[in-house]
Structure formats: structure tokens, C-alpha cells
């Protein structure tokens, strides 16, 4: 799978939109963009995926660029309960999907 | 209901010991999966079952052994414990080996003294 570089914090005000940025840029055609969080002492928690389109959930928002070598993950209207530490994750579409965790980016929303 | 649990939530216990934790899932999900949070937070896939069969086998010793009675169920036993196996060890399950979202239990805090 390919390596994803992610920076290692961001801060955001509440109710503002957090963008999420990770570099992917030896990603091959089958593998996919997934993003988790991780909120303290939580297990992780799915986002969102993609392919090539840019998607979009109740949660956020993806953007993946036309080259596909990068990504943003947008959480439109940050609040509190988004602190957390965000991982980009990329995956191919083999038989089991075997989730390789960086160091991600510790998202802090402030008031 | 809580989709993936485990237990137990803490276990402090002396080098040398046996120990397991166990993880369920009510989700009906075919697939599940051990990873292990070090002290550095990296998460590290360990083992993964598919129906009660392994089809992920990372490089692990082979104190950890799981087990799967059933694919509801996959638990993890640890032989002669090692303080280096301190961590945070995460159960999760997804509906099958392809699927896109992993579903992860609130995790089990191990402190090897």
C-alpha cells in the first residue's frame, strides 16, 4: 500500500471548516483514500472513502485530485467533539482490506 | 447496544502471565480483526478472520495466538507476557474481507509490569 504524509497538527475554530490535507503521490490505480479518526482513548472511527470523485457523507467531505497524489478531508462546521487525531489511509481493493495506520493529524478545534 | 466490545477494558498483570481478551461483535459482520496501539500511537494491524478462517498473519510472535469460536467472536491470547507488549490492542470487524469500513471496539489497555 501506498505511504500517505500527513501534517502532524492543525488547529481550527469552532464553526469554521477544517480542511485536512494528505499526500499520497504513490498511490496506484486500485487503491482507495480512506480517512479515521481517532478521538482520545477511543478506538478508531470511519470517515469517509474514495476512489477518484470527490464524496461527500454526513460527517465531511472528500477531495481527492484529478492526479489522485493528493487529498483534503473537509469537516464543514468543526465543533469541539472533532478533536481528534485523523488518519489517511490508502488501501487497494484486494481480498482483505488490511489498514496500514501513519501517525496522522491531530486535529485541535478551539472555542 | 455497542457494536464491538471487549473485554476487559484495563489488565495489569506481571511478566510471565498467560492472558486473553476477548472481543464480540453484533453487527452479523464475516470479517474481524486484532490491531495493537504502541505507546508511540501507531495502530498496527495484527491477525484478521474471515467465518472463523485467518487470512491476515502480520508479523507477530507466536506468544499472540488468536482464536475465533465463531465469527461473532475472535479472541486474543498472549503467553508469557512481555513488558514490550504494553499497549492498547483494538478489536474490529467489517461485513466482509472487501469492505470499505472497519468497525472498531473501544479497546483494551494492557500494562505488562
Known amino acids: 500500500d501506498a505511504k500517505t504524509t500527513q501534517p502532524t497538527s492543525m488547529d481550527c475554530a469552532e464553526g469554521r471548516a477544517a480542511n485536512l490535507p494528505c499526500n499520497h503521490s504513490t498511490i496506484s490505480g486500485n487503491e482507495y483514500v480512506y480517512w479515521y479518526r481517532q478521538i482520545h482513548s477511543q478506538g478508531p472511527q470511519y470517515i469517509i472513502h474514495g476512489l477518484k470523485n470527490n464524496e461527500t457523507n454526513e460527517m465531511a467531505s472528500l477531495i481527492i485530485t484529478e492526479d489522485r497524489k493528493s487529498s483534503t478531508l473537509i469537516l464543514p462546521h468543526a465543533t469541539l467533539r472533532d478533536t481528534a487525531v485523523y488518519y489517511c489511509i490508502v488501501s487497494s481493493s484486494g481480498s482483505a482490506r488490511q489498514l496500514t495506520f501513519g501517525s496522522g493529524t491531530q486535529l485541535t478545534v478551539l472555542p | 447496544d455497542t457494536a464491538v466490545s471487549q473485554t476487559p477494558k484495563y489488565l495489569v498483570t506481571q511478566m510471565g502471565n498467560d492472558k486473553s481478551i476477548k472481543c464480540e461483535q453484533n453487527l452479523g459482520h464475516d470479517t474481524m480483526y486484532w490491531y495493537k496501539q504502541d505507546s508511540k500511537k501507531f495502530l498496527k494491524i495484527m491477525f484478521s478472520?474471515?467465518?472463523?478462517?485467518?487470512?491476515i498473519n502480520e508479523t507477530v510472535p507466536n506468544r499472540f495466538s488468536p482464536k475465533s469460536p465463531d465469527k461473532a467472536h475472535l479472541n486474543l491470547h498472549i503467553n508469557s507476557l512481555e513488558l514490550g507488549d504494553s499497549a492498547v490492542y483494538f478489536c474490529a470487524s467489517s461485513r466482509n474481507r472487501g469492505a470499505d469500513t472497519q468497525y472498531f471496539g473501544p479497546g483494551t489497555r494492557l500494562t505488562v509490569l
Open positions: 478472520y474471515n467465518n472463523k478462517e485467518l487470512i
